[in-house]
């Protein structure tokens, strides 16, 4: 079955730097999708990616869609403490495929 | 006017005893589905129901017994509880097997 990679796993920046994460896939994926989750909510979506090449931007985040499909990151910008919280990845493959979720990345932003 | 809500939010309940968790999306989706968080944060799917049927089922105990009486809910019954049932229960919804929208979440914890 498919699989993502997320990484890293867990990030402990100051507010003001900018964060980084990718996952990975070990097949082509039609859609990317970035959620953060909030302590004690539930993931919300972020960004959706449709195509290959796609870079979009929500406020002071920034995914792409990688160009092989087998790849995807998300840039936070400006970091600020409510960006706290675990982020994931996640994509779906073929038509019709479920929705795959990577493990997550915990983002920690100290004041 | 939550899109996915589910209830309760938080449930604390002994081994042994059967309990349910309700969803209802508002959204006009015709996708449900159950997901189930561990304490590694890993998001792990359960079941999904695509107009009221069932498409996929993982490998769950059947002590766990989704009920789709229309589009809009997907209830989750849970017999005989166990410890290892402790757990963060979200529902979720999308259209086709497109984005998919969560729910809060319903925090499991068996004593």
């Known amino acids: 079955g498919q699989q993502l990679n997320q990484s890293p796993q867990s990030m402990f920046i100051q507010e003001g730097e900018d964060v980084s994460m990718n996952c990975t896939s070990s097949?082509?994926?039609?859609?990317w999708l970035w959620y953060k989750q909030d302590p004690g909510e539930g993931p919300v979506l972020l960004i959706a990616?449709?195509?290959?090449?796609e870079l979009t931007s929500n406020g002071r985040l920034t995914a792409q869609f990688g160009i092989t499909r087998k790849d995807s990151f998300l840039n936070i910008s400006a970091s600020i403490p409510s960006d706290v919280g675990i982020y994931f990845c996640a994509g779906h493959g073929t038509s019709g495929s479920r929705l795959t979720f990577g493990e997550g990345t915990q983002l920690t932003v100290n004041p | 006017d939550t899109a996915v809500s589910q209830t309760p939010k938080y449930l604390v309940t002994q081994m042994g005893n059967d309990k349910s968790i309700k969803c209802e999306q508002n959204?006009?989706?015709?996708?449900m589905y159950w997901y189930k968080q561990d304490s590694k944060k890993f998001l792990k799917i359960m079941f999904s129901y695509n107009n009221k049927e069932l498409i996929i089922n993982e490998t769950v105990p059947n002590r766990f017994s989704p009920k789709s009486p229309d589009k809009a809910h997907l209830n989750l019954h849970i017999n005989s509880l166990e410890l290892g049932d402790s757990a963060v229960y979200f529902c979720?919804?999308?259209?086709?097997?497109?984005?998919?929208?969560f729910g809060e979440g319903s925090w499991l914890t068996v004593v």
């Open positions: 990616l449709y195509k290959a090449g």
């Open positions: 959204l006009g989706h015709d996708t």
């Open positions: 979720a919804s999308s259209r086709g097997g497109n984005t998919i929208y």
């Open positions: 097949s082509i994926f039609n859609t």
